[in-house]
């Protein structure tokens, strides 16, 4: 089925969808903040039509709110009055629990989401075709979410090829958090504590060596700042809760090295390269 997408804030992530859609044969009308931002997508082909304001979307069937997570409460009440009775409306936060508990009593027909792809880049210019293919996206509906509207939600989430899961906002917000979110603070610290070593001379020697474990082990670090800030606001017990799971690792793993155990340290490299498949 054809329809027409409103997507409300044209960056990485709303960018991409709208390029897909697009290809799919859907029509896209977008909404974003700077009118430069609207000519770029339009240029770039992630919108049919586009606009600063939120009444361009009167006659969307779905509307998705691809907006930073904080503006994303206060962007709903500007958007509410403008959305057709029928109009189903979704979202594109890294965090869900907050999310939710914000529109979903204010807007019935509301289904939770979380498309799982991004990039180290931000805003129009990094919008990129297929970003979302065999990637997972998560619906998080409530008891009294509207079936349609979670099975439209999907179906739209299947035209990026995405494979789709459901869960609850505050499990989804558990599990991202032991696979999102901790490893970027993990990954920052990574970052920052090589460059507090006290000599310089040394830290540029270990800047000239980095190689391929180096990019894998920091890229999420090196990633949007903003991202990573919201992730720590929005779902910061959670957060906190993995966190102290990791110290918790971390210590066994020094008490280990530094008793050379090498027995304890081997048999715990043994189980993490025993696990590592069945998360990727
Ligand atoms: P982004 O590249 O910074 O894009 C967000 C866009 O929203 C900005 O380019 C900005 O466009 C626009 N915007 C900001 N305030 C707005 C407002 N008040 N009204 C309308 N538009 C506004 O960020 P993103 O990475 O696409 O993330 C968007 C959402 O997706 C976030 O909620 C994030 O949690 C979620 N998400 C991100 C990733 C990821 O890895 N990046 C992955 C999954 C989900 P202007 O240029 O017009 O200011």
Sequence with gaps: MTLTIGIVGLGLIGGSMGLDWRDRGHRVLGVSRRPETIERAIERGACDQASCELDL??????????????????????????????????????????????????????????????????????????????????LTPTATTPPAAIETVAQLA??????????????????????SHLPVVVSASLINACLADADPELVAIAQSL??????????????????????AQYNRDELL????????????????????????????????QQARPKFL
């Design 57 to 138: 979307l009167q006659s969307a069937d779905v509307v998705v709110l691809c907006t930073p997570l904080g503006v994303m409460t206060a962007t709903i009440d500007h958007l509410l009055p403008h959305l057709a009775d029928s109009a189903i409306l979704t979202d594109a936060g890294s965090v869900k629990a907050p999310i939710v508990a914000a529109i979903a009593p204010r807007y019935p027909n509301f289904v939770g989401g979380h498309p799982m792809a991004g990039t180290a880049d931000s805003g129009i210019e990094a919008a990129l075709r297929g970003l979302f293919v065999d990637r997972p996206y998560v």
């Design 158 to 179: 299947r035209d990026l090829s995405a494979r789709v899961y459901q869960t609850s906002p505050d499990r989804h917000d558990r599990a991202v958090a032991w696979i």
């Design 210 to 231: 980095a190689s391929s474990g180096f990019a894998d082990t920091s890229r999420v670090g090196g990633g949007n700042p903003e991202l990573g800030l919201m992730m």
């Design 241 to 272: 809760r993995s966190l102290r799971g990791y110290r918790a690792a971390l210590d066994a793993a020094i008490d280990e090295i530094d008793r050379q155990d090498w027995t304890a340290l081997g048999d715990r490299y043994t189980a993490s």
